[in-house]
């Protein structure tokens, strides 16, 4: 809503009854539908829908104007810090969301130009579900955006994710809205995984692992599954028959970071709305729902990460807290406080002793932490931009990152020192992957290339691109004026 809604919200609810005098031309009242019937209205199959469609942009989430959030039943009804009430049950006639809605009275809301006005059937049941005392739902729920996905413009192809499965003998890598696989000895591209259930809006075969893009991915211990991720969505893979065994859904937003467990048996996955609540959700292998992890974070997860006895899962966040919960049981047990901007990644040493998390702080820095003391260690400046991943070599206190100015690098927790690079990216890199002795590494990025180096001497084995493909053309930089 736009701002002159904040002087008709601040008057309270009586007042919001009269005649508007701020108005210099009262609003043409909409059409609304003759409603005929005796049920009783349903909060959350009717009228919350259209909360979502019409009101949500300015009354939701981290944008409440006039300090009124619409996003659930309880915070409509308890108003706003400077609006007052906007419901009177009982009475659409005094209820200003309403009046408003239905430019009986001004500002009217949606404001033009920022989006459709309710239509006469929506104004109806709004109506009668004021009269009928605006009952409230039986369980009440956030408002959740309708998204319609289209298929992402065939040009936009980074890669966001890849991961090496236990032997050592696939990569696996989200390329766009695709997931291919390469031979991780020879780099040789062997197929592309997907989803023959996937239909695009028009209902055609989307020909592709998700609609969306690829956000993140993770292969089973045992390398017999293979999770993705993408928006709202988690898909489990059957290595083997190269497709998927479960699609999983009701995420809220992005699903950004995906984690096995070290005996295999659960699942940890991240995201969440940008702006709103972090969200952590903990599944057993065949993607059932085990634990949600309530108010995990203020903001998106970016990183999660099992200890390695898989007692305790670790995650970061766009809130600058790293934290860790007890598994399954998800409560709190540690925070970690120091980063000046969003954590995009955590890991743990083999010894479950040391904690490392990275981000986009303005310094740069990877921190180390003593997770028993829950102290920082050390401050480690890796990369001149920031921080976007970090995987451990597992049974080491080694770990590489990757960051956004197109470096890869491996690090030692214990002292902080640089042991070895992976170049070759000339473009913001994403995502980076190690295998279970350290011997392959291959990361990806913006340019949608996905490079395989020797894990041992840092050499670059091969640039993999699937058939036909070609890397995402970078422009030289603009040389200085003279």
């Not at 020879?186 to 997907?194: D, M, P, Q, R, S």
């Not at 809220?252 to 970071?257: F, G, P």
């Not at 969003?342 to 002793?353: E, I, P, S, Y």
Request: proline share 7%; charged share 25%.
């Amino acid at each position: 809503m736009t701002r002159i809604l904040l002087t008709m919200l601040a008057l309270p609810a009586v007042a919001l009854a009269d005649e508007p005098k701020a108005d210099k031309k009262a609003p043409k009242p909409l059409p609304i539908a003759e409603l005929k019937r005796a049920e009783a209205v349903s909060f959350e199959k009717e009228i919350l829908p259209i909360l979502a469609a019409k009101c949500q942009a300015c009354h939701a989430g981290k944008i409440t104007e006039g300090k009124l959030d619409l996003s659930t039943y309880a915070a409509m009804m308890k108003g706003g810090a400077t609006t007052g009430g906007v419901i009177a049950a009982g009475k659409s006639g005094e209820s200003s969301l309403f009046l408003r809605s239905a430019h009986i009275r001004g500002p009217i809301m949606p404001p033009k130009n920022e989006g459709d006005p309710l239509s006469p059937q929506e104004l109806a049941l709004l109506k009668l579900w004021i009269d009928q005392g605006a009952k409230p739902p039986a369980v009440d729920a956030k408002i959740t955006r309708t998204v319609t996905l289209s298929l992402p413009p065939a040009m936009v192809k980074p890669v966001r994710a890849v991961a090496i499965n236990a032997d050592k003998t696939v990569v696996a890598a989200g390329r766009g809205n695709q997931v291919h696989l390469f031979d991780a000895k020879t780099g040789e591209f062997k197929a592309t995984l997907v989803d023959p259930e996937l239909k695009t809006p028009d209902g055609k075969p989307a020909a592709a692992a998700h609609i969306s893009l690829v956000e993140a991915m993770a292969y089973s211990p045992d390398g017999k599954t293979l999770a993705t991720g993408s928006f709202r969505e988690l898909t489990l893979w059957d290595v083997t028959a190269g497709k998927p065994k479960a699609r999983i859904g009701g995420f809220a937003d992005r699903v950004v970071t995906i984690a096995f467990s070290p005996d295999g048996k659960l699942i940890a996955t991240g995201g969440g709305a940008p702006t709103e609540d972090g969200e952590v959700k903990l599944f057993d292998a065949a993607g059932k729902l085990v634990t949600e992890f309530k108010n995990a974070h203020s903001d998106q997860v970016f990183g999660v990460s099992f200890s390695p006895d898989g007692k305790l899962l670790a995650t970061g966040g766009a809130d600058k807290f790293v934290k860790v919960f007890e598994v399954p049981a998800g409560k709190l047990v540690k925070s970690f406080e120091g980063h000046t901007n969003h954590v995009l990644d955590v890991g743990w040493t083999a010894d479950g002793k040391k904690l490392v998390s990275c981000g986009a702080d303005s310094d740069k820095m990877v921190k180390v932490w003593d997770y028993e003391k829950g102290e920082k260690l050390r401050d480690m400046t890796t990369h001149k931009n920031q921080t976007t991943r970090l995987v451990f070599v597992p049974k080491t206190a080694t770990f590489i990152t990757c960051g956004g100015d197109g470096g890869s690098n491996l690090w030692n927790a214990d002292n902080g020192g640089n042991q070895k690079n992976f170049p070759g990216a000339k473009d913001f890199l994403y995502a980076v992957a190690v295998s279970g002795d350290g011997k392959v590494v291959a990361h990806g990025g913006e340019e949608g290339v996905v490079r395989l180096y020797n894990g041992d001497n840092g050499q670059l084995i091969k640039e993999l691109l699937p058939a036909g493909e070609s890397p995402k053309k970078i422009d030289p930089p603009t040389p200085p004026k003279k």
